[in-house]
């Protein structure tokens, strides 16, 4: 854990020029603010004031200062930028004027429900995978829709042209403190796909958001585009981010199955906080994205499957959300779901060792479906007595207007 006194250190030692404090709007969009070295022991004692009513989500102009507090156990290198002159960044803790935290900060939400988790005696591991496409951009700098190969599923070079892309990034994320464990072309032409490992919620959601921000940076330093959004190509397989996740309880029971069973059971309810775009209802239903709220072992046709695994953990894989979602409110919630799955002893529904895109409707007439609009998603978030417990209603609405 990195003290005040470590950082002040490191701004010395790396020759550090700005610092950047990072925050994050309720759809998870990082922002930020650069200071210079010297107001790092006042952002840290106070924090720095910005103006909330210019963030959409935030608060409105007759009460608009909220400050940043940096979170020390967060700097980070920005490897990206210059040697000389360096700069770091810095992940921020969002507060009013008096120091109580802001609710509608996300990272304060999902520190809340590793805080509810814990005094259970439970804590959750995360684990994403994360797919992106990767654009040519025209002789003006823009992005187009022009894919940077037609690769497929893990071809290799000369075919697929994002090889190098890969390795770059993942040399990025190794120099952020960050451990990929995999990269590969993925189905879509111009599609890849880099795995981290595993880590608590809290660093997972952080390491989530550092990794799309380290993709677009290493992309765009190459005349290319980066997209992580659910549906780039209409003809192609879309983005999913398959959220894996292991549970942990002090007693050492497994209660993997009950948590399981809470998330199914509210699934529908936080859809629209785990696809929050219309185009994310052009990806479900199709090309290995689900449809049904049902589960298997292995089954990638399933909303949850359970993947074979060479070690003892076992992990719970859900295939529905995309890249898209903030992945501190859709962390947040799943704890959530999993938590109510164990305090009531759910049981899961039975299994189902079949692939449900090829199903015959006598089976899938007989399952629930996830929404399927960014409307219909609203509609059952606005009425959820679970999604109202957890999320302002605020956030609740500004995501069913979107």
């Not at 879509?188 to 595993?198: A, K, S, T």
């Not at 072992?297 to 949850?304: A, P």
Request: net charge negative; glycine share 6%; proline share 6%.
């Amino acid at each position: 854990m990195k003290t005040n006194e470590d950082v002040m250190e490191l701004m010395e030692e790396e020759n550090v020029k700005f610092i950047r404090l990072a925050f994050f709007d309720v759809f998870g969009n990082q922002k930020n603010i650069a200071i210079m070295p010297g107001e790092l022991p006042r952002a840290l004692k106070y924090g720095i004031s910005i103006d909330a009513s210019a963030i959409h989500g935030f608060s409105t102009e007759e009460k608009s200062d909220l400050f940043l507090k940096p979170d020390v156990s967060t700097v980070s290198i920005v490897p990206w930028r210059p040697v000389d002159g360096r700069v770091v960044r810095m992940f921020c803790d969002i507060c009013y004027p008096d120091g109580r935290p802001y609710e509608k900060d996300t990272r304060y939400m999902l520190k809340q429900a590793v805080k509810a988790a814990a005094e259970k005696k439970v804590s959750v591991n995360f684990g994403p995978e994360l797919e992106f496409y990767v654009f040519r951009k025209d002789e003006n700098g823009n992005r187009t829709t022009e894919p940077i190969d037609h690769a497929g599923y893990m071809d290799c070079e000369p075919m697929d042209r994002g090889d190098n892309i890969r390795r770059e990034i993942c040399f990025t994320l190794i120099d952020m403190g960050i451990t990929p464990e995999a990269s590969h072309h993925e189905q879509g032409p111009g599609q890849n796909e880099i795995d981290f490992r595993y880590s608590d919620a809290m660093t997972t959601a952080d390491n989530t958001s550092t990794f799309k921000w380290a993709v677009r940076s290493i992309c765009e330093s190459n005349g290319l585009s980066a997209d992580f959004s659910p549906k780039p190509l209409k003809d192609a397989p879309g983005n999913g981010m398959h959220i894996n996740m292991s549970v942990e309880c002090e007693d050492g029971v497994d209660r993997s199955p009950a948590f399981m069973a809470g998330i199914m059971k509210y699934i529908r309810d936080i859809t629209l906080f785990l696809d929050p775009r219309e185009e994310s209802y052009s990806r479900l239903g199709r090309q290995k994205a689900p449809e049904y709220v049902s589960w298997s072992e292995q089954n990638r046709s399933q909303l949850i499957r359970i993947p074979a695994s060479e070690e003892e953990r076992r992990r719970i894989e859900l295939r529905s959300p995309d890249p898209s979602c903030n992945p501190y409110l859709a962390y947040t919630l799943l704890i959530y779901a999993g938590l109510s799955g164990i305090e009531e002893n759910l049981e899961p529904v039975p299994s189902l060792d079949m692939n449900l895109f090829t199903a015959d409707a006598a089976v899938t007439d007989g399952l629930a479906r996830l929404p399927e609009t960014l409307q219909a998603a609203a509609a059952v978030a606005e009425r959820s007595e679970f999604v109202r417990k957890y999320v302002p209603e605020d956030i609740i609405r500004l995501y069913g207007k979107r």
